[in-house]
């Protein structure tokens, strides 16, 4: 287990214009307040139940991130807290948001999931399906929803190349959308890439967020 010290300076290690999103699903309230109480704020969870419960449990100033795939019948249990989703993989799940955001008066901050991986079973669109969103009538119309963004996951592999090749490209994506859909692309500043595994990489091609939880905690129980 890394101490306080070690904890601190890997945060402190993490250059100024990358936040990192402490991933803390299935640690405990005593795993994340510590984390908490060296003056980290910002957490990300993968489930909605236990998102909730924990923000129930744990100190208020603690910016909530939904960063695993949301089930649209769930927004409703996120939408009157939640900081930023990270996972928005359709159209109708980015409406649905703008609905139940609407009932709190709340603009929440989004990001488009793109599928960079080869691996099949990964949730999000494609670079197509993303300027067909951001050009629609329908996404200028949502004012309970900001895209902030992009978030995507590499590859699981040793392949470095590869999981370089894919941070690249998404890098690439979101410059392009930064420009060419400038009018939809306001307030477009969020580059979600790189988990513990391969944020060094994501960094190196340009990220500006990173989740990290094994980093932090440690292995996750049961995880190999
Ligand atoms: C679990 C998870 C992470 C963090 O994974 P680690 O390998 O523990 O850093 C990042 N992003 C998403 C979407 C996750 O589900």
Request: aromatic share 6%.
């Amino acid at each position: 287990m890394l101490s306080d010290q070690d904890i601190r300076d890997l945060l402190d290690s993490i250059p100024s214009g990358v936040t990192p999103v402490v991933v803390s699903k299935t640690r405990t309230d005593e795993e994340i307040r510590r984390i908490y109480n060296l003056g980290h704020r910002i957490f990300g969870e993968n489930r909605v139940q236990e998102l909730v419960e924990k923000r129930d449990r744990l100190p208020e100033d603690i910016e909530w991130h939904m960063v695993g795939h949301l089930q649209s019948n769930k927004v409703k249990y996120i939408a009157p807290f939640i900081s930023m989703i990270h996972s928005i993989d359709s159209p109708k799940l980015l409406r649905i948001v703008d609905k139940e955001a609407g009932k709190y008066g709340r603009v929440i901050p989004c990001l488009l999931q793109v599928h960079i991986a080869s691996e099949e079973t990964k949730f999000g669109f494609d670079s197509n399906g993303i300027r067909e969103l951001m050009r629609s009538d329908a996404a200028h119309r949502m004012e309970h929803v900001r895209i902030s963004g992009l978030m995507g996951m590499a590859s699981f592999t040793e392949d470095e190349v590869k999981v370089r090749n894919e941070f690249r490209n998404l890098k690439m994506l979101y410059e392009d959308l930064k420009d060419s859909e400038a009018q939809a692309a306001r307030g477009f500043s969020v580059l979600s890439m790189g988990m513990s595994g391969d944020y060094r990489i994501a960094m190196e091609e340009g990220s500006s967020m990173i989740r990290i939880g094994t980093l932090v905690f440690g292995p996750r129980p049961g995880s190999a």
